[in-house]
């Protein structure tokens, strides 16, 4: 367990997985963390879970206004930040032959645009040597059906590693973990169907050289790594993917 006594944080998508599960070893570590959400369940259980030194704010990263409220909040309850980090996404699966404007709108609009707009209000709020991280995705071999959430993905990249170079005058470090297959209660792809939820996990632990899905809080554990850690590292993409990108799997 980490010492973040007096450090402040803000997770963007840290309601559920593996955004509460960094929130929470931020809160027991001593942090104070606000984290965000969309649904009204998932933010009573996350400031149920994170007690009183976590707050639960509503923010749809769809709507900049939504965001600039959210940056007068956390400039309001938190002040300068230690950590910003950025893991608000949607996914579903659809081939590229299926996928139609309001699909490649909506994705782009939360991931890519809400990511930016997000990183582009909040980061003036990270203190002089402070830490931004994103969420991408383990640059492994591309999954069918996955291709607009992996283009989401890759234009965040983009963005944090031009961040990373535009604030280091301010030596505030910008990184990227990349999770694989990671077992939360979505496996990361929110509106799967069941059936194709269950042939994902199967997926996952046949493809993975682990042979196992991660847990949250081994990816907690490398965001807060890079946050706070590795001081001397910027502008990366850190996969947390058992292998998966690296490797090749059992035979």
């Not at 383990?138 to 990249?157: I, Q």
């Amino acid at each position: 367990m980490g010492d973040y006594a007096g450090k402040t944080a803000v997770v963007v998508g840290g309601t559920h997985g593996m955004g509460l599960a960094t929130a929470r070893m931020l809160v027991e570590g001593g942090a104070r963390v606000l984290v965000t959400g969309r649904k009204a369940e998932n933010l009573e259980a996350a400031g149920r879970a994170l007690g009183g030194r976590g707050e639960a704010l509503r923010c749809d990263v769809a709507s900049l206004a939504e965001i600039e409220a959210l940056a007068e909040a956390v400039r309001d309850r938190l002040g300068a930040l230690d950590l910003l980090f950025v893991n608000a996404a949607i996914g579903a699966f659809e081939p590229i032959d299926q996928v139609s404007e309001a699909t490649f709108d909506r994705f782009f609009t939360v991931n890519a645009k809400g990511a930016f707009f997000t990183l582009q209000r909040l980061s003036p709020l990270v203190r002089d040597g402070g830490a931004v991280v994103v969420t991408t995705v383990t640059p492994g071999n591309a999954s069918p059906g996955l291709g607009v959430y992996g283009g989401t993905k890759a234009a965040l990249l983009a963005f944090a590693r031009v961040l990373a170079a535009e604030l280091l005058p301010r030596r505030i470090r910008v990184n990227a973990v990349a999770p694989g297959f990671i077992a939360t209660p979505t496996l990361g792809v929110a509106e799967a169907s069941p059936e194709e939820r269950a042939a994902l996990e199967k997926l996952g632990d046949e493809v993975t050289p682990m042979q196992r899905h991660g847990t949250p809080e081994e990816v907690a554990r490398a965001v807060l790594f890079l946050a706070f850690e590795a001081s001397f590292t910027t502008g990366i993409e850190l996969p947390v993917d058992g292998g998966l990108s690296q490797i090749d799997a059992p035979q």
